[in-house]
Every structure is written in structure tokens, then in C-alpha cells.
């Protein structure tokens, strides 16, 4: 394993490397520190012209927003020092429409429901753990924040293990369907009913490839029969307006399968033929 990494210890080019980032970390708080200033520059500007409610203080320690009080405390100590000595203590106004611009955005994560940090409604981040659970069990958030900073990492034998395909590409899916269904307004037993209906079409679209790859082999054993010929394309035609019937159609069209089937296991594909 330790040959497959390929580690470098050569002393001089990492003491290079190690030079490198201590420049690099330099020039970031060159321009860090170019950004203080621009942001106050902005607010003086605006100030004069009555937009201050256009503001946000990320560093009022009574800040409401657990999104933009989570950006806080990821800031570097030294652009916080050089905060407080252009906007003073305790003080950081930056314009609301500009915050992901100037600071950055912020990730997702699967674990957010559970540690507070999102804008979502209290009753959905709560449905999201219930519906969420109801899926991995009561150690859902130890397994989601485990299976997701494997992911962050970038692990490459990971990424080729059943793992990423039975827990985090699922799980990943999961989150961000829930999440996009509960902010258009449906409710959980509705995403429920939804999960359920998806997968028995995707189960039956797996199906119908299958056949359909039977039928073009046979098709070609029995390119000189024309009645065995023109019965398999009526049943391929047949199969094929099956499929442009689906719900799912317009994602198989635009070339989406992979990510709506991902992580389809054998209980779900049992509920395609009512197994439970």
C-alpha cells in the first residue's frame, strides 16, 4: 500500500513544497486582507446612501443565522484580526447578496438536520432525520458524517467498494431529493408514496432492457424469418412506448438513469413485484 502512494521523501523538494505553501498562505492573506478593505469600502459607500438594511454583522456574536454564523467561525485568525482593525470590534458588514461572493459558499451536508446548521424549516430538518432513520436505523447520523468525510477525502479504494454504492451515493441522494422535495412545498409521506413509485419504475425500466436486448439478438438469429422478424419489433415497439409512458422518461431521455437508479438494492427492487 505504502508503494501504491507513491509518497515522495526526497528532503529537498519538500522542504520546497513546505516553502511553497507558506507562500501561498502569504499571498492569501495579501489578498484577504484587499478584500477587508473593498467590503468596507462597500459599506461606507452604501451606508451614505441608506442601504444598511441590506447588511449583514457575521461577527454580532447574537447572530441568528446558523448558516452565516457557521461562516464566521471558519474565517482565519488573521483575516479577523484585520476585521477588527478596519470595521472595529464585534462588527463585519458585508451586503447580503454579496456574502457567497466575498466569503465563499458553504457545503451542504447530510448531517445538517441534525446539527442545526441550515435554513430549512425546524419541522422539516426534523421530518428529513425521521424519514432518514426510518431508512439506516437509530445510528443514521454516525453512519451518513462517516460515509460522507470518506467521500470528502477522496478516497479512490473506497470509491470502488460496495460501501460508496450502498451507503453514501444512496445516501447522498437521498438527502438532496428530500431537501429539494420539502423546500417545493411536499410533505414527507407524499416523498414517501414518490420513493416507492420511482422504484417500481425503475425496476421495470431495468426489466425492459433486459427484454429488449433479448429481442435484438433474436432478432438477429431470425433475420431471414419475417414473421418471427416483424413479431419481436412489435414487441420491441411495444416495450419502447412502455418506457416513453414512464414518470421517469425525461431523466432516462436526457441521460440521468444513472443517478435516479443509483444504489437500487434487492428490497427495493422487490417492491417492483410487491415483495415487502
Not at 462517516?146 to 470509491?159: F, L, N, P, R
Request: charged content about 30%; hydrophobic content about 40%; proline content about 3%.
Amino acid at each position: 500500500m505504502l508503494k501504491a502512494l507513491d509518497r515522495n521523501t526526497h528532503l529537498g523538494e519538500m522542504i520546497g513544497a513546505w516553502a511553497g505553501r507558506q507562500a501561498e498562505e502569504e499571498l492569501a492573506q495579501s489578498f484577504n486582507m484587499g478584500l477587508v478593505d473593498r467590503l468596507k469600502d462597500r459599506w461606507d459607500a452604501d451606508r451614505g446612501t441608506g442601504r444598511q438594511n441590506e447588511y449583514v454583522n457575521l461577527a454580532d456574536p447574537d447572530l441568528k443565522d446558523t448558516v452565516l454564523k457557521d461562516t464566521w467561525k471558519i474565517i482565519p485568525a488573521e483575516m479577523r484580526n484585520d476585521i477588527e482593525r478596519v470595521f472595529g470590534k464585534n462588527k463585519f458588514m458585508v451586503r447580503k447578496d454579496m456574502v457567497n461572493n466575498a466569503l465563499g459558499y458553504r457545503e451542504a451536508s447530510v448531517g445538517d438536520p441534525w446539527t442545526g446548521i441550515s435554513r430549512l424549516d425546524p419541522k422539516a430538518q426534523k421530518a428529513f432525520i425521521d424519514t432518514a432513520s426510518f431508512f439506516f436505523g437509530k445510528d443514521t447520523f454516525k453512519y451518513l458524517r462517516t460515509a460522507e468525510e470518506a467521500w470528502q477525502a477522496g478516497i479512490s479504494v473506497a470509491k470502488n467498494t460496495i460501501v460508496i454504492r450502498s451507503v453514501i451515493v444512496p445516501a447522498s441522494n437521498l438527502a438532496s431529493n428530500f431537501l429539494q422535495l420539502t423546500t417545493r412545498g411536499i410533505g414527507p409521506r407524499q416523498i414517501y408514496k414518490g420513493f416507492r413509485e420511482k422504484l417500481v419504475e425503475i425496476d421495470q425500466f431495468l426489466k425492459n432492457q433486459d427484454r429488449k436486448v433479448e429481442i435484438e439478438a433474436l432478432m438477429a438469429v431470425n433475420r431471414n424469418q419475417d414473421a418471427m422478424r416483424r413479431r419481436l419489433e412489435a414487441e420491441l415497439d411495444s416495450i419502447e412506448e412502455s418506457n416513453r409512458r414512464m414518470s421517469i422518461w425525461p431523466l432516462i431521455e436526457a441521460g440521468e438513469f444513472s443517478t435516479i437508479s443509483e444504489g437500487l438494492t434487492e428490497a427495493d427492487a422487490a417492491i417492483g413485484v410487491n415483495r415487502h
